[in-house]
């Protein structure tokens, strides 16, 4: 199982960016996807997870501001971010906890991780 991650960048507070991790593997089914977050000197943490009926879940700091959803005809986990401020400056990876592929589960996956940068 591979995540490919996109859609980072730099942009001014206030701002809107979308993130994009699309699972490949032959893949037949995915439990719950997400993203997680990691700050220069601080810790990695849960941003946002989506299980696979629907269900969300967002960290308190990004509430109201974040959303994420997926597309499971396409593997694909997207989080559509606005209101960006300076402290959601970090390394974004994306994440699935299990996939079924060739006919055994596995997991985690972990993305290779996209940029974003908040700074005016």
């Known amino acids: 199982v591979q995540l490919q991650a996109s859609g980072g960048g730099l942009v001014q507070p206030g701002g809107s960016l979308r993130l994009s991790c699309a699972a490949s593997?032959?893949?037949?089914?995915?439990?719950?996807m997400g993203w997680y977050r990691q700050a220069p000197g601080k810790q990695r943490e849960l941003v946002a997870t989506i299980a696979a009926g629907g269900s969300t879940n967002y960290a308190d700091s990004v509430k109201g501001r974040f959303t994420i959803s997926r597309d499971n005809a396409k593997n694909t986990v997207y989080l559509q971010m606005s209101s960006l401020k300076l402290e959601d400056t970090a390394v974004y990876y994306c994440y699935v906890d299990m996939a079924r592929h060739g006919g055994s589960w596995s997991g985690p996956h972990w993305g290779q991780g996209t940029q974003v940068t908040v700074s005016s």
């Open positions: 593997g032959s893949i037949s089914s995915i439990n719950v």
